[in-house]
């Protein structure tokens, strides 16, 4: 793990988060941390806010669907940058996965308030850039950036 | 709206935060889907819920709702309460179910986080 403050035009944060599939107790934790993260780094309110939305839909899909996942945050003096890739069932149909409302949630997703098919629309919706490539049988992985320095209406 | 008033109106208990109780509060999203309160909260608005896993709190941290009012007489676990406490999120709840809730703050004004007209 390398962390390192973001103090200079060159310099960035890189820290990286391991997330159990399946723990539900926890899930949420690392999103948790992440926020703390960039609210000390003294980023805009409002787009920690964002960022924070965006690493808890990555991370409860991680819990919800994979055995194991890596989440890796990078902040550099012009983005935020999320990586997700876990090992897990993948996603058949990316398009219909990115429809609100489409959820393949078991009945324990959704007793945890999760899995009502508005993760991975509401990541697009927060994030200025998403690019996500799964394979099935193999696992997923999200790229996620949020500009530091422009104005994206809420 | 303060957070007293709503404690009041809904004969609230405070689980946590009774120094939380003359903040204000402009605004409501009630849900048990926390990806629906994901999608559509706004800062600063009363989370009203029955879900009492530490996931209402969590959910409530990152979108940074002012408080969390359980309904049905809900209370999140010890772990919850402690979260909450953490980040500085009082919690209520009222043996009010979520419509009645809802109703009763709809009626004293306070707003959604999606503000519309019906046609009446």
């Not at chain 1, 945890?112 to 992985?141: H, R, W, Y």
Request: some cysteine.
């Amino acid at each position: 793990m390398i962390n390192q403050p973001v103090n200079g035009p060159e310099s960035r944060l890189v820290q990286s988060f391991s997330i159990q599939g399946g723990d539900f107790h926890h899930a949420g934790h690392v999103s948790t941390q992440i926020k703390e993260i960039l609210k000390e780094l003294g980023i805009e309110p409002n787009l920690v806010r964002r960022a924070a939305i965006v690493a808890y839909e990555a991370e409860m899909n991680v819990v919800m669907y994979a055995r194991h996942g890596t989440f890796i945050l990078e902040v550099t003096p012009a983005e935020i940058r999320f990586q997700v890739e876990d090992e897990g069932q993948g996603i058949p149909d990316i398009e219909l996965a990115m429809q609100e409302g489409y959820s393949t949630a078991t009945p324990e997703m959704r007793e945890m308030g999760f899995g009502a098919g508005m993760g991975l629309p509401n990541i697009k919706k927060n994030a200025d850039c998403f690019q996500i490539t799964s394979e099935v049988g193999k696992g997923t992985l999200l790229r996620i950036t949020i500009f530091l320095n422009q104005k994206k209406a809420q | 709206m303060k957070l007293a008033e709503i404690k009041e109106l809904l004969r609230a208990e405070i689980i946590w935060g009774e120094e939380y109780l003359d903040h204000e509060i402009n605004m409501a999203c009630a849900s048990d889907l926390m990806s629906d309160v994901l999608a559509l909260g706004k800062p600063g608005m009363l989370l009203i819920t029955g879900l009492a896993t530490v996931q209402s709190v969590r959910t409530a941290d990152i979108i940074e709702a002012k408080a969390i009012l359980y309904v049905r007489g809900k209370k999140p676990d010890q772990e919850g309460i402690a979260l909450a406490r953490k980040k500085g999120i009082p919690l209520l709840s009222t043996e009010f179910l979520m419509y009645q809730a809802c109703g009763f703050l709809f009626g004293r004004g306070l707003k959604s986080v999606k503000d519309e007209e019906v046609d009446r």
